[in-house]
């Protein structure tokens, strides 16, 4: 009876033990999926990032460029105003 009961622990602990190495290896393999993923996200949120910072410049140079076509035709707005005739730029 004794060496049943030594033999049944025996291959319980080790059936424990092969459970948790097969638990750690699909940990491992998830983590490492995991880690794929974040970086695979990084990446791209990184692009994506500079893309915004491209186009922030981009909407400033365009609002600079607005200002200045708004000043000029205020310019002829008011030279209309005052009865001067506005020179055609070349």
Excluded at 15 to 27: P, Q, R, S
Excluded at 32 to 41: C, E, R, W, Y
Excluded at 60 to 88: A, F, H, M, P, S
């Amino acid at each position: 009876m004794e060496k049943i009961i030594n033999a049944a622990t025996i291959l319980i602990v080790a059936a424990l033990g092969i459970a948790g190495f097969m638990v750690m290896n699909y940990t491992t393999e998830s983590n490492k999926v995991t880690a794929d993923i974040a970086k695979i996200q990084s990446e791209h949120k990184t692009r994506v990032i500079q893309e915004i910072g491209l186009l922030t410049a981009e909407v400033r140079n365009l609002e600079k460029d607005v200002d200045k076509i708004l000043e000029v035709i205020k310019k002829i707005e008011r030279d209309k105003k005052n009865g001067k005739k506005t020179q055609k730029s070349r």
